[in-house]
């Protein structure tokens, strides 16, 4: 599966908006991705998180991994197909008060071999925060990954990253954004159930 097959099936599911977006931070943007809406399809979730896994896989500086682990809510999904087709636990952190926690009983042992994925990376902030419960944990990330990278691939967590596809997705300071100097108004991604 390459990147424009990967991209195709975001298109094909209407997750990768294009047109003036108002984002949560307050950019605009002329692209949004909306992973949930490819990922409702529990066959096209297995499909890419199997591609994803095999990645991971073929990597030779990764090794053995004992469980795969997301932040919630994005996340879940994606570590629950990686497990599976990598044949290992998944589990998944929460947000309480601010920060990343280990719930549920969920439990990593001493030394054991994380893999961190999440759906869509911008920043790895998410992803950072996953790597810092695995190490309060005595386990270790030896990869990381997505399926879609928006970083544009410049993200480096000090470990092998991995992502179906990476996108440069521009973002611009309202007063800035030249889509609004043509004249257009952005929307809120979400805000209609489907876009024109
Ligand atoms: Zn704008």
């Not at 692209?31 to 890419?48: D, I, R, S």
């Not at 990343?100 to 999440?118: D, N, S, T, Y």
């Not at 992502?163 to 043509?182: D, F, I, K």
Request: glycine share 10%; hydrophobic share 40%; proline share 6%.
């Amino acid at each position: 599966m390459n990147e424009n097959e990967v991209q195709k099936i975001f298109e094909m599911n209407n997750a990768l908006l294009n047109g003036h977006f108002l984002l949560t931070s307050g950019l605009h943007s002329p692209q949004y991705l909306q992973c949930a809406l490819v990922l409702q399809h529990p066959a096209t979730a297995e499909k890419l998180c199997a591609e994803l896994a095999e990645r991971i896989k073929k990597d030779k500086r990764i090794g053995e991994i004992d469980l795969v682990i997301a932040p919630a809510l994005g996340g879940v999904i994606v570590a629950h197909e990686v497990g599976r087709a990598l044949n290992v636990r998944a589990l998944f952190t929460e947000r309480q008060e601010g920060s990343m926690k280990l719930r549920r009983g969920f439990q990593i042992k001493p030394g054991e071999r994380a893999l961190v994925v999440e759906d869509v990376v911008t920043t790895g902030g998410s992803t950072g925060e996953v790597m810092e419960v695995v190490s309060q944990n005595e386990g270790v990330t030896v990869a990381v990954g997505s399926l879609i990278d928006r970083s544009g691939g410049t993200l480096d967590q000090g470990v092998p990253r991995h992502a179906l596809a990476v996108l440069t997705v521009p973002s611009y300071r309202p007063e800035e954004c030249p889509l609004c100097r043509a004249g257009s108004t952005p929307v809120k991604p979400g805000s209609r159930t489907r876009p024109d």
